[in-house]
T-cell receptor, first 111, second 116 residues
Framework: SQQGEEDPQALSIQEGENATMNCSYK?????LQWYRQNSGRGLVHLIL?????REKHSGRLRVTLDTSKKSSSLLITASRAADTASYFC???????????FGKGTKLTVNP | GAVVSQHPSRVICKSGTSVKIECRSL??????MFWYRQFPKQSLMLMAT?????????EQGVEKDKFLINHASLTLSTLTVTSAHPEDSSFYIC????????????FGPGTRLTVL
């Protein structure tokens, strides 16, 4: 079953605004990753945050991880129309190498 | 770096035929590759884990005789959909992992399979 659950399922904002997407999971994880998928395309790896990390930045992206709440958030600052895509969180747990994906958030950035 | 390619990007076939999809890691070696399936507006579901030189590990509910996986080298894995049926129509995505468990997986661009 899918472990990660993103919310919101869909988000529509104006260019320049910030976009925040959340992901919750049910069991202990080794790390959590965020991916972007443009319509009909493959996934692009955005950022990986390990279970012992609390925050990570990459350009306009900021990811937080709260293991006590079993949740993560992805913040995209100063959004652009090109950020329009679906965003998925995914995690591995225990000794498993399987990456379990959430259902994704569809982000639309209006110019 | 860390580029994964898939071929073909799109394929249309008749019911009953077999289709082979290739997944290649272009600039790194991948001991492990993964095959996912994605239905429209849904998330990715892992089908199988492919390790170079050994048999693939299939997820529960995935027919290994229908979805044949071969990982013959450190840069190539193939997925063959045998005796395809319309319900096999989907978006198939592979990923390759240069390191061990927990390392980043790099995804291919996907293959859109349509079975008529």
């Amino acid at each position: 079953s899918q472990q990660g659950e993103e919310d919101p399922q869909a988000l529509s904002i104006q260019e320049g605004e910030n976009a925040t997407m959340n992901c919750s999971y049910k069991t202990s994880i080794n790390n959590l990753q965020w991916y972007r998928q443009n319509s009909g395309r493959g996934l692009v790896h955005l950022i990986l945050i390990r279970s012992n990390e609390r925050e990570k930045h990459s350009g306009r992206l900021r990811v937080t991880l709260d293991t006590s709440k079993k949740s993560s958030s992805l913040l995209i600052t100063a959004s652009r129309a090109a950020d329009t895509a679906s965003y998925f969180c995914a995690s591995t747990q225990g000794g498993s190498e399987k990456l379990v994906f959430g259902k994704g958030t569809k982000l639309t950035v209006n110019p | 770096g860390a580029v994964v390619s898939q071929h073909p990007s799109r394929v249309i076939c008749k019911s009953g035929t077999s289709v082979k999809i290739e997944c290649r890691s272009l600039d790194f070696q991948a001991t492990t590759m993964f095959w996912y399936r994605q239905f429209p507006k849904q998330s990715l579901m892992l089908m199988a884990t492919s390790n170079e030189g050994s048999k693939a590990t299939y997820e529960q509910g995935v027919e290994k005789d229908k979805f044949l996986i071969n990982h013959a080298s450190l840069t190539l894995s193939t997925l063959t959909v045998t005796s395809a049926h319309p319900e096999d129509s989907s978006f198939y995505i592979c990923s390759a992992r240069p390191g061990g468990p927990g390392d980043t997986q790099y995804f291919g661009p996907g293959t859109r399979l349509t079975v008529l």
